[in-house]
């Protein structure tokens, strides 16, 4: 009796039949039929005990997985995913472990398995990456080395009020310093907001901008009254190439994320989109893990500066021997009488250092930054294409003369 000529629920009746004729011994049926005595008792016993119907292929799935999701993991999963919309397994773990270390959480793509099946998983568009920039630009190893500043580009609210959020990261632990709207993306407006920042977090060691205004202008050494203000308090201004956003990477990164969270769609108005913005700032900084920093808050690596906001704006210091020019009204240094040297109107009422490489050539120095060349002989400046930084200011020969 050939077993495969039928299918197997055929076989399985055709051996019950057999049985019930009594013929044979149960053990030579069996053998007959190729199987087991007890196969042979397992299929009789639940024909005797459902009929035909228990000859019926069943599920080999085990009635009780140990690793199954119960549904009160299964509810705080989903729970957390409501309320952070664009959150992947990653975060929602990261998050759920913090809140409740005791309990064990399903795997990753356990998580998102279930978050597809809600129709909650919204996969990411594959797109090329830039490889990151770190030289010339200093590379942050610590809090308040570097702070990172740009406006995220601006939208219209409900009403159609224009909004320009102005927004300061710190490059190491990406800690959201501020994310403020502002009515003109002018100077006197921005620096209300860095200054405000300074106050409450203290100095950084350097700036990392755009090279638009107001960080930055066409002026020797790009120059604007906001980075001059910046080198007066010493911070180092480190302006991105132009056309190069990838070197202020983490804080375009940012933006991207404060336009899911705060922009898709907007708020009816400033009010109601500021409100947004410090909502989006608490939770960036206190609650959202992030995988560069293995998945904890920027709260928890960072710290604010030991360097405090000064009451006074401090005069720079030059080294000795360095001449000393103050900058008119005009943007013009006397070198001597009658004899006035046009350099920019971005320094009016600073004051220049200049050093003399040879005779009636001088290096024109704003604080630490090399902004061009003087000529006394000819009476003009030329700036340099790429100004130079000298950490700590210039160092120039101890036995040099005035």
């Known amino acids: ?52 119907s228990g000859l019926e292929e069943r599920s080999r799935a085990p009635l009780h997985n140990p690793q199954e999701m119960s549904a009160e993991v299964r509810e705080a999963i989903l729970q957390l995913r409501q309320q952070h919309g664009r959150w992947g397994p990653r975060k929602l773990k990261a998050l759920l472990q913090r809140q409740q270390p005791q309990r064990r959480w399903p795997a990753l793509s356990s998580i998102g398995e279930l978050l597809q099946r809600e129709g909650l998983a919204h996969p990411r568009r594959n797109r090329r990456r830039t490889p990151p920039y770190t030289a010339p630009l200093q590379h942050a190893q610590a809090p308040n080395q570097v702070w990172c500043a740009d406006y995220k580009g601006w939208f219209r609210c409900g009403d159609g009020a224009r909004c320009d959020p102005l927004t300061i990261t710190d490059a190491f632990s990406r800690y959201l310093l501020r994310c403020q709207q502002v009515e003109r993306t002018d100077e006197p407006r921005a620096r209300a907001v860095f200054e405000a920042a300074f106050r409450e977090y203290g100095l950084p060691e350097a700036m990392r901008t755009d090279n638009g205004p107001p960080f930055a202008t066409p002026a020797p050494g790009g120059l604007s009254r906001l980075s001059i203000w910046w080198i007066r308090l010493g911070i180092r201004h480190e302006r991105i190439q132009p056309g190069c956003p990838e070197q202020n990477g983490r804080h375009e ?13 907007p708020a009816p108005d400033l009010h109601k989109q500021q409100e947004s913005f410090h909502r989006f700032q608490h939770q960036y900084n206190q609650i959202r893990p992030h995988e560069a920093l293995d998945y904890r808050t920027p709260a928890e690596h960072y710290v604010a500066s030991a360097r405090r906001y000064p009451e006074k704006l401090p005069e720079l210091e030059y080294p000795a021997g360095m001449r000393l020019r103050s900058v008119s009204e005009r943007g013009q240094v006397a070198l001597r009488r009658h004899e006035d040297v046009f350099v920019s109107k971005a320094l009016a009422h600073e004051t220049v250092g200049l050093w003399e490489t040879e005779e009636g050539l001088y290096e024109v120095y704003f604080g630490s930054l090399l902004l061009g060349w003087l000529d006394s002989r000819e009476l003009c400046f030329v700036a340099d294409r790429a100004p130079v930084w000298h950490a700590g200011g210039p160092e120039f020969p101890d036995d040099s003369e005035e």
């Open 1 to 52: 009796m050939p077993w495969k000529a039928r299918s197997a629920l055929e076989e399985r009746k055709a051996f019950i039949n057999e049985w019930r004729k009594q013929e044979v011994p149960f053990a030579e049926l069996c053998r007959d039929f190729h199987i087991s005595r007890q196969t042979g008792y397992k299929w009789l016993g639940r024909y005797e005990a459902e009929g035909e």
């Open 253 to 265: 990164r940012m933006h991207e994320t404060l336009k899911q969270e705060t922009a898709s769609p």
